[in-house]
């Protein structure tokens, strides 16, 4: 026992910090203790959020003792729409528990570990003044509680994680949270504030391929991740669950990444940052468009939304965003203003097969593994990922482009031949085809980083629109036409 806690306590990179260059009024230097005065009061119970909501702004002219109650939850959730995962978290929610302290508070945390958990686990807060920060002392055990006191010396925005052995697997598997330690004075009032924090995951199937999805070791330590979400989950930001804003309010983001990996470029399309703090630190920037979030960092970022419409959150390392799920939606509402921006609303290329589609791939899924798919179902899913996929060219009326991209609608090609058309797909089409009686000579790009269900989805409800008509295309005949075709040089695999 003792020499896993020592190697807990080597593993955790988090140091003490350096005293911080603290803005006037309040100072961190000397004896911490006696800088903030003694808590005052009955001890006073933490209110936890889950993301993307944070706790009330605290109210209080005088540190208190807070008590952080916080309970590890291993359990299977979803990842992306028919994908889970067994997520380990911190209240049961990936990222964990949002904790909202004042600077001189002292905080008396319960870290219990449920009975049914299978890991120990503990918590380094980046937020601690100590070595580990925490995380020596509160190793707990499956069915246990360990409890440590802390004083909040320094203000700012934190991250916290678990950091028990393999620690990169526990992070990786969602143990991370942030803790807001307020200045004495509180942080400027604002309209809204929201809880956003990035991980990558690493699972032994691909992308989006469906069913409960292990972690993989090796994709974890090359780096190499399946998946790059906010709040842990494809969709967790986007359709209905997409942060709300009106126009002409100021909104602030808590960004965290747990990583384990991975460092962001958060951005969000079509606005600008009006103040970012950056690294979490104490003075702002201003005008910024894309700001860092180093793995085991926060940032808080502050902007005025004068525009109504959709903005979307991504990591700009832009595959992740496209590819890895690293999407989130800002939705405001209000009055037009023609002045600030008189274009369109955000078309599907940002969009993809994130609009209104929630719920419809997760059941096309379940109904496979059901047996009972119906092609209605597989026409529903096939839309929705067409969107993202293919209607950039073909157009979302199938009627494509005259001269330059051939129809879908219609197109005798298409219909005359099955097999060939999910070939097309996998493995793209360049030279010389005729459509309806119209001369293309141009390339379509090979898309076999889509899976097996969703070219069979897209190619069904191209067979059934527009004037189509034909039966469904099946996962099985795309895993055919997959295994014995090349894949094109270049082609994802
Ligand atoms: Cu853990």
């Given at each position: 026992m003792r020499s896993i806690l020592l190697a807990l306590a080597t593993l955790t990179a988090c140091q003490a910090p350096p005293a911080a260059v603290a803005p006037v009024p309040f100072t961190t230097g000397g004896s911490a203790a006696g800088d903030f005065g003694p808590p005052v009061g009955d001890p006073i119970i933490a209110e936890l959020t889950n993301a993307p909501n944070v706790p009330p702004p605290i109210d209080r002219d005088e540190p208190a003792t807070v008590v952080v109650n916080l309970e590890v939850v291993e359990k299977v959730m979803p990842i992306s729409e028919g994908v889970d995962y067994t997520m380990w978290t911190f209240g049961g929610e990936v990222p964990g528990k949002f904790i909202r302290v004042r600077q001189g508070d002292t905080v008396e945390f319960h870290l219990q570990n449920h009975p049914d958990n299978r890991m120990p686990h503990n918590i380094d807060l980046h937020a601690v003044t100590g070595p580990g920060g925490g995380a020596a002392s509160s190793f707990t055990a499956p069915g246990h509680e360990s409890q440590f006191t802390f004083q909040a010396l320094n203000q700012g925005i934190y991250v916290y994680h678990c950091a028990t052995a393999p620690v990169g697997m526990h992070i990786a598997n969602g143990m991370y949270g942030m803790i807001l330690v307020e200045p004495p004075e509180g942080l400027p009032p604002v309209d809204r504030e929201y809880y956003v924090m990035q991980g990558d995951f690493y699972t032994v199937g691909k992308y989006r391929e469906k069913g409960l999805q292990p972690f993989d070791m090796q994709k974890a330590i090359e780096e190499n991740a399946t998946y790059v979400l906010f709040n842990g989950a494809e969709g967790s930001l986007t359709g209905d669950n997409a942060l709300q804003a009106n126009v002409g309010e100021t909104v602030r983001l808590f960004v965290g990444n747990g990583g384990p990996n991975l460092v962001s470029s958060f951005h969000v399309i079509g606005e600008?940052?009006?103040?970012?703090?950056?690294?979490?630190?104490?003075?702002?920037?201003?005008?910024?468009?894309?700001?860092?979030?180093?793995?085991?960092?926060?940032?808080?970022?502050?902007?005025?939304?004068?525009?109504?419409?959709?903005?979307?959150?991504?990591?700009?390392?832009?595959?992740?965003?496209?590819?890895?799920?690293?999407?989130?939606?800002?939705?405001?509402?209000?009055?037009?203003?023609?002045?600030?921006?008189?274009?369109?609303?955000?078309?599907?290329?940002?969009?993809?097969?994130?609009?209104?589609?929630?719920?419809?791939?997760?059941?096309?899924?379940?109904?496979?593994?059901?047996?009972?798919?119906?092609?209605?179902?597989?026409?529903?899913?096939?839309?929705?990922?067409?969107?993202?996929?293919?209607?950039?060219?073909?157009?979302?009326?199938?009627?494509?482009?005259?001269?330059?991209?051939?129809?879908?609608?219609?197109?005798?090609?298409?219909?005359?031949?099955?097999?060939?058309?999910?070939?097309?797909?996998?493995?793209?089409l360049t030279g010389p085809v005729t459509v309806n009686g119209s001369d293309y000579n141009s390339v379509m790009p090979p898309m076999r980083q889509l899976n097996d269900d969703e070219i069979a989805h897209i190619l069904t409800y191209v067979r059934n629109s527009w004037g189509n008509s034909g039966d469904a295309v099946t996962a099985e005949e795309v895993a055919t036409v997959r295994s014995t075709t090349d894949a094109p040089a270049g082609a994802a695999h």
């Open positions: 600008i940052f009006d103040r970012v703090y950056t690294d979490g630190g104490t003075f702002p920037q201003e005008n910024v468009q894309t700001t860092l979030v180093a793995s085991g960092g926060a940032t808080m970022v502050e902007f005025d939304v004068e525009v109504p419409g959709t903005y979307v959150l991504v990591d700009h390392s832009i595959f992740r965003a496209f590819n890895k799920g690293a999407i989130g939606m800002l939705k405001v509402d209000g009055p037009e203003s023609l002045g600030v921006y008189s274009g369109l609303e955000l078309d599907s290329i940002y969009v993809g097969d994130l609009g209104d589609h929630e719920g419809i791939i997760a059941a096309v899924t379940e109904a496979e593994a059901g047996g009972t798919v119906t092609l209605e179902q597989q026409i529903a899913a096939g839309e929705a990922l067409f969107g993202g996929s293919c209607s950039a060219c073909h157009q979302t009326t199938g009627t494509g482009v005259e001269g330059v991209f051939p129809p879908l609608a219609g197109s005798d090609f298409l219909m005359a031949d099955k097999e060939r058309s999910i070939g097309i797909v996998l493995n793209g």
